[in-house]
C-alpha cells in the first residue's frame, strides 16, 4: 500500500509562488503515474496535473504555462511548482498515484491565493 504525504501549502498573494511536494512511501518507478488534483469549497476535485514513470506530463488548460509537474525517483517525491496563482487556484490539493491495481491519496494540503 502506498502511503502519500503532501506538503508546501499555505497562503500567498496572488502572483505569488509556491512548491508543493508529495512524498511516497515506496519507489515511484512502479507508479504509473502521479497526479496532483485540487478541491476548492464547494466544488468537485478537478485534475490538475500529472507526470507519468517515463516523463510524460499532462495539465488542465488553466493551469498550463502556469504549473509545473516534476518528480525526483531518488526521493520517491512529486513536485508541483505553482507561479502566478490566482485567487481561483485556492483549493485543497491531493496528491494521487496510480498502480495497475488501484489508485492511492494523499491527505491533502490547503493552498489559500489572497487577492
Known amino acids: 500500500q502506498v502511503q502519500l504525504v503532501e506538503s508546501g501549502g499555505g497562503l500567498v498573494q496572488a502572483g505569488g509562488s509556491l512548491r508543493l511536494s508529495c512524498a511516497a512511501s515506496e519507489s515511484i518507478l512502479s507508479i504509473i503515474r502521479m497526479s496532483w488534483y485540487r478541491q476548492a469549497h464547494g466544488k468537485s476535485r478537478e485534475f490538475v496535473a500529472s507526470?507519468?514513470?517515463?516523463?510524460?506530463?499532462d495539465y488542465r488548460s488553466s493551469v498550463r504555462g502556469r504549473f509545473a509537474i516534476s518528480r525526483d525517483n531518488a526521493k520517491n517525491t512529486v513536485y508541483l511548482q505553482m507561479n502566478s496563482l490566482k485567487p481561483e487556484d485556492t483549493a485543497d490539493y491531493y496528491c494521487?498515484?496510480?498502480?495497475?491495481?488501484?489508485?492511492?491519496w494523499g491527505q491533502g494540503t490547503q493552498v489559500t491565493v489572497s487577492s
Open positions: 494521487n498515484a496510480s498502480t495497475y491495481a488501484m489508485d492511492y
Open positions: 507526470i507519468t514513470t517515463g516523463g510524460s506530463t
